[in-house]
Nanobody
Framework: QVQLVESGGGLVQAGGSLRLSCAASGRYAMGWFRQAPGKEREFVTAISWSGGSTKYADSVKGRFTISRDNEKNTVTLQMNSLKPEDTAVYYC???????????????????WGQGTQVTVSA
């Protein structure tokens, strides 16, 4: 069983920055999703095992950056120029299937973290 542990959430003013981290061991494609109150969980960004391929939702392109350090078993989401609409619980996810290189699809992910709250005030 893979355990994913997120950290780094919090409260920030619009225009500010936050960095989320996810600790995970293993050879997995990784992703971040978010869920705002009353809304579906949505894709934010993903990264391949090697770190060579990434994908971003249009809403975060140019503002968020995903990276990973496989020696430290950590995936990081750097969030800049935050907006109130970025407010949500952010989830780290891992895709265990070897055929998944990098994916935006929720059902491709096998393991999920407990989530960390990000709140952006206007």
């Amino acid at each position: 069983q893979v355990q994913l542990v997120e950290s780094g959430g919090g409260l920030v003013q619009a225009g500010g920055s936050l960095r989320l981290s996810c600790a995970a061991s293993g050879r997995y494609a990784m992703g971040w999703f978010r869920q705002a109150p009353g809304k579906e969980r949505e894709f934010v960004t993903a990264i391949s095992w090697s770190g060579g391929s990434t994908k971003y939702a249009d809403s975060v392109k140019g503002r968020f950056t995903i990276s990973r350090d496989n020696e430290k078993n950590t995936v990081t989401l750097q969030m800049n120029s935050l907006k109130p609409e970025d407010t949500a619980v952010y989830y780290c996810a891992a895709a265990a299937k070897m055929s998944v290189i990098v994916t935006t699809l929720r059902y491709d992910y096998d393991y999920w973290g407990q989530g960390t709250q990000v709140t952006v005030s206007a």
